[in-house]
């Protein structure tokens, strides 16, 4: 006799949105199994199925293989229940009833299907908003959860009777239920606007784009989550131009490459890297600036990796078809430091001095999402920013979350909130002293408290006292009658590591923290430290050498004001000092614009400055000693030129000793400085580059095994901070551990302060009583 089963599943994850009920209502008649699959509110969808046992297996072995492409499973629950009598199988309402809180999906780059409409006839033929079940825009989108289509901007766009019966109909793969979809007929039309907001009429918005790009001007052009500045990547007067008009003389421009062959004339591309690149995801990665690349020198001054991305709308696919490169200039649609432009007024009041033309869609772009960023240490990806494609999706903790909010750092933030076991970072807000930031940040968490439903009792605080984060942290604390609970910024950042390797709740382990500044438990600049640390508490078991930082941030704009303090620390006498700064050329005015004056203040200042036990001014002080980095005109500049700086060559064997003093271990950087300054006529200065950062990455790592020597903690160090991305100071620690220790770095959240919310959540939660 056969055996009728039912079954009822409730699956997590990212499964509205993404044709997955569509999708199991297919498979369900193709197994002849009968039963419904309902949406529940908050987004999680139930399934029941009933018929013969062997049909039902088979249905959940398809579940799970042939599911659409976005869609990720995080969870299942499954329930065996009396069967009902179900015969045939339907899609239900939608229902509004609480289940449990769900991933709201995020954005996802236009897939091959929808790209291959775009080239054939019918509706969809060179319309360069096309989506589909599996691909285009979601959470820049969403009003409001459940992903509905009246819950997004979508809704001013009704569909046409085309896209309405393709909606309808539970046989159309790709369109059934698909909220996001439309044609030419009924989608957002794109538009051509001069810089000052007078509209063009113009056949073929594409077509025209491209040729003005080859002409050379200067386009923005509307995506996802904001707009972007197109420019030609290959001639360096253009992109000079570009960096003349934005006030941004060196920091970094990505390019959107046609598809992965180009990208490989360009950069060189490690196995794997493009199926990264193509993923739904589409991030900007990182790579290796190929030898005699056809790219201009000035889309990335003193650096050895291009950031380069793939097309993720039609419409860029369409304009990077039409251009002779095959590769362009695609960076943020702002000004210098400015939040991402969202809206037409925005480009038209922000940016009008920077491009010529703007193209546009009608679309509205209801949360700014920027491109993710990744790049490639110790051999694998780590993100630099973790944004359109992976935000908000949340990630898992090892034990309970308390509902709380935590407002993160200052510059290149991200905020989060948690519940349950999950912790939903938001998506990369930007630097908090710039203005609008905060607002933005601010209007973000209480979305998210909002959709989820969630009541915080602790908001999360770096403890700078001048953080303008802290503010907002009073605002959210009042709003919601939540309590205040400050966490240390390295103390968070190895939370934020421990977390994503689920270490429990009580557990201790050894972190290398290691970043450019935070607050200090004494009131002193931190940022090379090794912490003995649980999510609740933490020592400071060692750290770099402390050294003044003559100026305080003027020391941080110029990194030679941090070695004029280094030197001073060490013992060196003005004379000595100058005297070096001269045979270095240190003393001219792209150095330090007072030139000896400036560096006979500095040196007098630093008895009454603020010292500092940072790895980036450490970085600094090398980069400026050996000639890669003059000033810093972006966050990281010095320390990412010296990496780059030690491509391609052997490292000289330098020494940092470790040294116990009050009470904890720390690097003899001043030990160090004799040997490079020793070094500068007899090697190159590749080759010293390199030898400073291996030796300071030992140093920590020899420090992190005296942590470890004599207890029973795991042989596991966790390395994070923003200077944790630093293929040299990796190898350095690894080499330092040896094969006894295993090395664990960030990979599923970005290290630096993107990432730190999450660990001062974890770290507040556990503080707070039941
Ligand atoms: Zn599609
Ligand atoms: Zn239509």
């Given at each position: 006799m056969?055996?009728?089963v039912a079954?009822?599943?409730r699956i997590v994850g990212?499964?509205?949105g993404?044709g997955f009920?569509?999708f199991i209502?297919?498979l369900a008649v193709?197994?002849?199994?009968?039963g419904y699959?309902?949406?529940l509110g908050g987004?999680?969808?139930?399934?029941?199925v009933?018929?013969?046992?062997?049909?039902?297996?088979?249905f959940?072995r398809?579940?799970?293989e042939?599911k659409p492409?976005?869609?990720?499973?995080e969870?299942?629950d499954l329930?065996?229940?009396?069967p009902r009598?179900f015969r045939?199988?339907?899609i239900?309402?939608?229902e509004?009833?609480?289940?449990?809180?769900s991933?709201?999906?995020?954005?996802?780059g236009?897939?091959?299907?929808?790209?291959?409409?775009?080239?054939s006839?019918?509706?969809?033929?060179?319309?360069?908003?096309?989506s589909?079940?599996?691909c285009?825009?979601r959470?820049?989108?969403m009003?409001?959860?459940p992903y509905d289509?009246?819950r997004?901007s979508?809704?001013?766009?009704p569909?046409c009777?085309e896209?309405?019966?393709?909606y309808?109909?539970?046989?159309n793969?790709?369109?059934?239920?698909?909220q996001g979809?439309?044609?030419k007929?009924?989608?957002p039309a794109t538009?051509v606007?001069?810089?000052?907001?007078?509209e063009?009429?113009?056949?073929?918005?594409?077509e025209?784009?491209?040729?003005?790009?080859?002409?050379g001007y200067?386009i923005?052009?509307k995506g996802?989550?904001?707009y972007?500045?197109?420019a030609?990547?290959?001639n360096d007067?253009?992109?000079?131009?570009l960096?003349?008009?934005?006030g941004r003389?060196?920091?970094?421009?990505a390019?959107?490459?046609?598809?992965?062959?180009i990208?490989?004339?360009?950069?060189?591309i490690?196995r794997?890297?493009c199926?990264v690149?193509s993923s739904?995801?589409?991030?900007?990665?990182l790579?290796p600036?190929?030898p005699?690349?056809p790219?201009?020198?000035?889309?990335?001054?003193?650096?050895?990796?291009?950031?380069?991305?793939l097309p993720?709308?039609g419409?860029?696919a369409?304009?990077?078809?039409r251009?002779?490169?095959g590769?362009?200039i695609m960076t943020?649609?702002n000004?210098?430091?400015?939040p991402?432009?969202?809206?037409?007024?925005?480009v038209?009041d922000e940016?009008?001095?920077?491009?010529d033309?703007?193209?546009?869609?009608?679309r509205?772009?209801?949360?700014?999402?920027?491109?993710s960023?990744?790049r490639?240490?110790?051999?694998?990806l780590v993100f630099l920013?973790r944004?359109?494609?992976?935000a908000?999706?949340?990630i898992?903790?090892?034990?309970n979350?308390?509902?709380?909010i935590?407002v993160?750092a200052?510059?290149q933030?991200a905020?989060?909130?948690?519940f349950?076991?999950?912790i939903?970072?938001?998506?990369?807000i930007?630097?908090m002293d710039?203005?609008g930031?905060?607002?933005?940040?601010?209007r973000?968490?209480?979305?998210?408290i909002r959709?989820?439903g969630?009541?915080?009792?602790?908001?999360?605080v770096d403890?700078?006292?001048f953080?303008?984060?802290?503010?907002?942290?009073?605002?959210?604390?009042?709003?919601?009658?939540?309590e205040i609970?400050e966490?240390q910024?390295?103390h968070a950042?190895a939370?934020s590591?421990?977390?994503e390797?689920n270490v429990a709740n009580?557990?201790?382990r050894?972190?290398i923290?290691i970043?450019?500044?935070g607050?200090?438990e004494?009131?002193t600049?931190?940022?090379?430290e090794?912490?003995?640390v649980?999510?609740r508490?933490f020592?400071?078991?060692g750290?770099?050498?402390?050294?003044p930082l003559?100026?305080g941030?003027r020391?941080?704009?110029?990194?030679?004001?941090?070695l004029?303090?280094?030197?001073?620390?060490?013992?060196?006498r003005l004379?000595e000092v100058?005297q070096l700064l001269?045979s270095r050329?240190?003393?001219?005015?792209?150095v330090?614009p007072y030139g000896?004056?400036?560096?006979?203040?500095?040196y007098l200042q630093?008895s009454?400055s603020?010292?500092?036990?940072?790895?980036?001014?450490?970085?600094d002080?090398?980069?400026?000693?050996?000639?890669?980095?003059e000033?810093?005109?972006?966050?990281?500049?010095?320390a990412m030129?010296l990496?780059a700086?030690a491509?391609g060559?052997?490292?000289?064997g330098?020494e940092a000793p470790?040294?116990?003093?009050?009470?904890r271990?720390?690097?003899?950087?001043c030990?160090?400085?004799e040997?490079?300054v020793?070094?500068l006529?007899?090697?190159?200065?590749?080759?010293i580059?390199?030898g400073?950062?291996?030796?300071l990455g030992?140093?920590?790592?020899?420090?992190?095994?005296?942590?470890l020597r004599g207890t029973r903690?795991?042989?596991?160090v966790?390395?994070t901070?923003?200077?944790s991305?630093?293929d040299y100071?990796?190898?350095?620690?690894?080499?330092?551990?040896?094969?006894?220790?295993?090395?664990?770095?960030?990979?599923?959240l970005p290290p630096?302060d993107g990432?730190?919310?999450?660990?001062?959540l974890a770290?507040?939660?556990?503080?707070?009583?039941?």
């Amino acid at each position: 006799m056969r055996e009728t089963v039912a079954l009822k599943l409730r699956i997590v994850g990212i499964v509205q949105g993404v044709g997955f009920r569509p999708f199991i209502y297919r498979l369900a008649v193709a197994r002849g199994v009968g039963g419904y699959v309902v949406n529940l509110g908050g987004s999680d969808v139930e399934v029941y199925v009933e018929g013969e046992r062997d049909s039902i297996v088979s249905f959940l072995r398809g579940l799970i293989e042939e599911k659409p492409p976005p869609a990720r499973i995080e969870g299942v629950d499954l329930e065996v229940v009396e069967p009902r009598g179900f015969r045939s199988f339907s899609i239900r309402r939608s229902e509004r009833r609480r289940g449990r809180r769900s991933i709201i999906p995020p954005d996802f780059g236009i897939c091959v299907h929808c790209l291959a409409e775009i080239h054939s006839a019918g509706r969809f033929y060179k319309y360069p908003w096309n989506s589909c079940a599996w691909c285009g825009p979601r959470f820049s989108m969403m009003y409001d959860v459940p992903y509905d289509r009246d819950r997004t901007s979508m809704r001013a766009f009704p569909l046409c009777e085309e896209c309405r019966r393709d909606y309808e109909d539970p046989y159309n793969i790709r369109r059934f239920h698909a909220q996001g979809i439309s044609c030419k007929r009924c989608g957002p039309a794109t538009r051509v606007f001069t810089a000052d907001g007078r509209e063009l009429v113009v056949d073929d918005p594409v077509e025209w784009a491209a040729r003005r790009l080859e002409e050379g001007y200067i386009i923005a052009v509307k995506g996802v989550g904001g707009y972007h500045i197109a420019a030609l990547a290959s001639n360096d007067s253009v992109v000079a131009e570009l960096r003349r008009r934005k006030g941004r003389p060196a920091k970094p421009f990505a390019l959107m490459v046609r598809d992965c062959r180009i990208a490989s004339r360009i950069v060189v591309i490690p196995r794997g890297a493009c199926a990264v690149l193509s993923s739904a995801e589409r991030p900007i990665l990182l790579l290796p600036r190929r030898p005699g690349a056809p790219v201009s020198e000035l889309v990335a001054p003193g650096l050895d990796k291009l950031g380069v991305m793939l097309p993720y709308t039609g419409f860029q696919a369409l304009l990077l078809e039409r251009m002779k490169d095959g590769f362009l200039i695609m960076t943020s649609g702002n000004r210098s430091g400015a939040p991402m432009c969202t809206s037409l007024e925005c480009v038209i009041d922000e940016l009008a001095d920077i491009v010529d033309y703007i193209v546009d869609h009608e679309r509205v772009i209801v949360h700014r999402v920027d491109d993710s960023v990744l790049r490639y240490t110790a051999g694998r990806l780590v993100f630099l920013r973790r944004s359109r494609g992976y935000a908000p999706a949340w990630i898992y903790s090892p034990f309970n979350i308390k509902e709380s909010i935590a407002v993160g750092a200052e510059l290149q933030n991200a905020g989060a909130v948690g519940f349950e076991d999950k912790i939903v970072p938001t998506q990369y807000i930007g630097d908090m002293d710039e203005p609008g930031q905060i607002e933005e940040l601010e209007r973000e968490l209480n979305w998210l408290i909002r959709v989820y439903g969630l009541k915080p009792r602790v908001i999360a605080v770096d403890k700078h006292p001048f953080y303008r984060t802290r503010s907002l942290a009073l605002r959210l604390a009042e709003k919601y009658g939540a309590e205040i609970v400050e966490v240390q910024h390295h103390h968070a950042h190895a939370a934020s590591a421990m977390l994503e390797y689920n270490v429990a709740n009580g557990e201790t382990r050894v972190a290398i923290t290691i970043d450019g500044a935070g607050y200090g438990e004494d009131g002193t600049i931190w940022g090379g430290e090794v912490l003995v640390v649980s999510y609740r508490e933490f020592k400071r078991v060692g750290s770099l050498h402390s050294f003044p930082l003559p100026g305080g941030d003027r020391a941080t704009l110029y990194p030679a004001r941090a070695l004029i303090g280094l030197l001073y620390s060490c013992g060196w006498r003005l004379e000595e000092v100058l005297q070096l700064l001269s045979s270095r050329n240190m003393l001219s005015p792209s150095v330090l614009p007072y030139g000896e004056a400036e560096a006979r203040a500095s040196y007098l200042q630093c008895s009454s400055s603020i010292s500092t036990t940072s790895m980036g001014r450490t970085l600094d002080a090398a980069a400026v000693l050996l000639g890669v980095a003059e000033r810093r005109s972006y966050e990281g500049e010095p320390a990412m030129r010296l990496e780059a700086a030690a491509r391609g060559c052997g490292a000289v064997g330098f020494e940092a000793p470790v040294e116990l003093k009050d009470g904890r271990f720390v690097v003899n950087t001043c030990a160090l400085v004799e040997q490079v300054v020793d070094a500068l006529d007899k090697h190159s200065t590749c080759s010293i580059a390199g030898g400073v950062q291996l030796a300071l990455g030992r140093a920590l790592g020899q420090i992190a095994l005296n942590a470890l020597r004599g207890t029973r903690l795991p042989a596991v160090v966790y390395v994070t901070g923003g200077a944790s991305v630093n293929d040299y100071l990796v190898e350095g620690i690894r080499e330092a551990l040896g094969k006894e220790v295993e090395i664990r770095l960030q990979r599923k959240l970005p290290p630096g302060d993107g990432g730190i919310a999450v660990g001062q959540l974890a770290i507040a939660s556990s503080r707070i009583d039941e």
